[in-house]
């Protein structure tokens, strides 16, 4: 018998998606984001070109108010105080101002933009390990919250109030161990060695401040509100025997900012796998830990929070465009960005979501995207599934709102322009692009070279 010749079959090609599949099947569609808020991404290029930061007043109300009320509904006396290094433009400082915030300060130039904002002296606090002479006689007339760092400054301090022959009301900063890494031990007075009491005893008998507040500012991007706890905890300790052994009555406790946004750190910063907390978890944590506060309810001092990154992170987009696409060596696909590390410093710690603003076909492949700087470090994000991106096609990066615009850069290019989209869906310019001028404003050329 011969054996049967197996059918023939018209062969075929089958696309291969290597990369593409996990356990859970597919890597999830792409979905392109095609507008902030309601508003065209095309609609915000055209206006104020690209690359563009946007920030949206919607989230950053809505973020606002949510941690307010957390805190509120806990503890009766709440002050929140823009941190106005977080994001510092004008427009984004008057919105937290309308909402009610007070302003944190720490320099004398974060000062005088609270000011020209029109926040008043009284509603400042005035924090940082370097205030000048200057800066803290303005302070002391102006009846601003100072928060002192350090006994050099307390020494200062002194001297004005002795110049002015005024006693003004201060607050000093604590640091402490709370269950925070890395533990921020740099500012402040340490509580644990009973260096803050000593500067209190300090204080007491110079005889030329009084003391109405205690500071502290655990860390940043703290995952875990058990640090928040525990440093309550400590405050309202130390609090108890200030009042028990020396008679003071506190106004405020401040506890600073470093509550985590939704922003995610790359693993190597990661302590463990956490999740961001909701607002609800970190109110709780913190007035959990200064309910151990010996002061009856009506006497409660202020609680105030200066929290920045929580609250603005996600109200920012940066809006970057497609300058070119190649290979490197490796095979990895990688695409040129006009946007890179001068604009998005976080880029360094943080894996930031990357969303095409327009449909991309394609099949996703390993890419890395730069930006535009001739640097090896201008890495936006070193791994990422994306299809091929097309010259001229948009991404988002998000979420940037916090330390990006006011740490970006002119370095080799020029700063872009910020737009803030309102409550009603309109838009506006709230910083415009850079140009040459804005680089060389300051220089001069000497005669000889002229
Ligand atoms: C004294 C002080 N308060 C508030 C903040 C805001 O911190 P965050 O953005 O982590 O909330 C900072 C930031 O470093 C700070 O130094």
């Keep these: 018998m011969t054996a049967k010749k197996p059918a023939y079959e018209r062969p075929s090609i089958q696309r291969h998606r290597a990369g593409a599949m996990n356990k859970m099947g597919a890597i999830p569609a792409l979905r392109p984001q095609r507008d902030i808020d309601g508003v065209p991404v095309q609609e915000l290029i055209d206006a104020y070109g690209s690359p563009l930061f946007v920030y949206s007043e919607r989230t950053i ?16 006396k709440v002050q929140m105080a823009w941190s106005y290094k977080t994001c510092y433009l004008d427009a984004i400082c008057r919105i937290y101002h309308r ?37 803290l006689e303005e302070a002391i007339r102006g009846g601003m919250k100072i928060n002192i760092d350090h006994f050099d400054e307390m020494a200062l301090l002194e001297q004005i109030a002795e110049r002015l022959g005024v006693v003004p009301e201060v607050g000093i900063r604590l640091n402490m161990a709370a269950g925070a890494i890395p533990r921020w031990d740099r500012f402040g007075f340490n509580l644990d060695s009973g260096q803050a009491w000593d500067a209190v ?62 922003s995610r750190l790359k693993s190597q910063y990661l302590p ?5 907390p909701a607002p609800t978890q970190y109110a709780e944590a913190v007035t959990d830990g200064l309910s151990a506060l010996e002061y009856r309810h009506d ?60 449909p991309v076909p394609g099949t996703p492949e390993p890419s890395v995207l730069f930006g535009p700087l001739c640097m090896n470090i201008d890495v936006v994000c070193d791994h990422i599934l994306l299809p091929p991106l097309n010259v001229g096609d948009k991404v988002l990066i998000k979420p940037v709102g916090a330390y990006n615009v006011t740490q970006s850069m002119q370095f080799i290019h020029l700063r872009p322009a910020v737009a803030l989209i309102g409550l009603d869906g309109q838009h506006a310019e709230i910083r415009r692009v850079e140009t040459l001028d804005d680089l060389v404003i300051g220089e001069s050329v000497p005669d000889w070279l002229k």
């Design 61 to 76: 109300v809505n973020k606002y108010r949510e941690l307010r009320d957390a805190v509120k509904r806990h503890w009766p």
């Design 99 to 135: 909402e009610g915030s007070w302003a944190e300060a720490v320099s004398e130039v974060e000062v005088h933009k609270a000011m020209r904002n029109g926040v008043p002296t009284n509603k400042i606090i005035f924090n940082g390990p370097h205030k000048s002479e200057e800066g």
């Design 201 to 262: 005893r300090r204080m007491l008998g110079g005889g030329r401040l009084r003391l109405v507040g205690l500071h502290a500012h655990l860390g940043t991007f703290i995952l875990d509100p058990e640090a928040y706890r525990e440093g309550a905890r400590k405050i309202a300790t130390f609090a108890n025997k200030l009042r028990a052994e020396l008679g003071i009555r506190l106004d405020y406790i401040d506890l600073g900012g470093g509550f985590a946004s939704k």
């Design 272 to 276: 463990g796998e956490q999740a961001t």
């Design 299 to 358: 006497e409660l001092p202020v609680l105030i929070l200066e929290t920045g990154r929580a609250l603005i992170d996600e109200a920012g987009t940066l809006i970057a465009s497609t300058i070119a696409n190649k290979r490197l060596a490796d095979g990895r696909r990688a695409v040129i960005l006009d946007a890179g590390v001068n604009v998005l410093f976080t880029s360094f710690w943080y894996r930031h979501n990357i969303v095409p603003a327009q």
